[in-house]
């Protein structure tokens, strides 16, 4: 009698599966958003996992940075949809009405516009409960499990974060440039530093604060009576539509994602 071959759950094996899967999952990522992958990304998945398989003990940091990876794919998956269902039907090009109840092509849009954005409040506060526990992971591994246990995570990555002597300028520059984003200074009169803002104070708190700002959408999302459908369902101008604005969320993930990925590359580099 022929054994059957035991079925597993996925996990990536081998160095050649690691190419093989990054090889899949940037095409998809491509056709999915229908734009390139940031050169930062470019082989990073196979390099790291061949940097924690020789000197990480476990995969536990390798599988963290995949399912960010996966997260941080699915917002911008979300993101595209709603921009590419507004410039197809809601640009300034197409005559507004007054009201989405008289169109079902325009109800739908917007709805279909109120789904992505729906999910993308709790994926991208999903992307930063991760992203800080990667941190953990880089400079205290011990303390991930209190991290990852804790009732408030931002209070338990303020709690441990407090106590590291430093951390990679590219975590801290990448805060320092989402500031001066989100203050609407011109980046041609503001000259960053090489260093970032520094740390842990005030970078922990500033840090913690653009998390806050989303938390205020996804908890009245997740525990409230909804805040996304007053905008997403509405006639208002882009610009007035808070929903929106949501993508500024997006844009300091894509930051500090490139922060992220730098920063373990030269932590490979350091180590061989």
Aim: aromatic share 12%.
């Amino acid at each position: 009698m022929v054994k059957q071959e035991e079925k597993t759950t996925f996990s990536i094996q081998s160095l050649k599966e690691a190419q093989q899967f990054e090889s899949l999952f940037n095409k998809y990522a491509a056709a999915s958003t229908n734009s390139s992958r940031d050169p930062t990304a470019n082989g990073f998945l196979t390099t790291l996992y061949s940097h924690c398989q020789e000197h990480c003990g476990s995969g536990r940091l390798f599988n963290a940075v995949i399912d960010l990876e996966f997260t941080y794919l699915f917002m911008h998956m979300d993101v595209c949809r709603c921009a590419g269902i507004w410039n197809e039907r809601f640009s300034p090009k197409h005559p507004q009405a007054d009201s989405v109840l008289h169109d079902l092509n325009k109800f739908s849009g917007k709805m279909d516009i109120l789904c992505s954005f729906n999910s993308f409040a709790f994926r991208c506060r999903s992307f930063w409960d991760k992203y800080l526990g990667i941190m953990i992971l880089l400079y205290e591994e011990e303390k991930y499990d209190q991290y990852s246990k804790g009732l408030s995570r931002k209070k338990a990555f303020r709690k441990i974060a407090t106590e590291w002597s430093e951390i990679s300028p590219h975590f801290r520059t990448s805060l320092e440039r989402t500031v001066v984003d989100l203050s609407q200074e011109s980046r041609k009169n503001t000259i960053l530093s090489k260093e970032g803002i520094p740390f842990p104070s005030p970078f922990i708190e500033m840090l913690l604060d653009l998390i806050e700002s989303l938390d205020i959408v996804r908890t009245a999302e997740a525990h409230g009576t909804g805040m996304l459908r007053k905008w997403s369902l509405s006639t208002l101008p882009l610009e007035e539509t808070r929903d929106f604005g949501l993508i500024n969320h997006w844009n300091i993930a894509n930051t500090f994602m490139k922060a992220l990925r730098k920063t373990l590359l030269g932590q490979v580099r350091e180590d061989l």
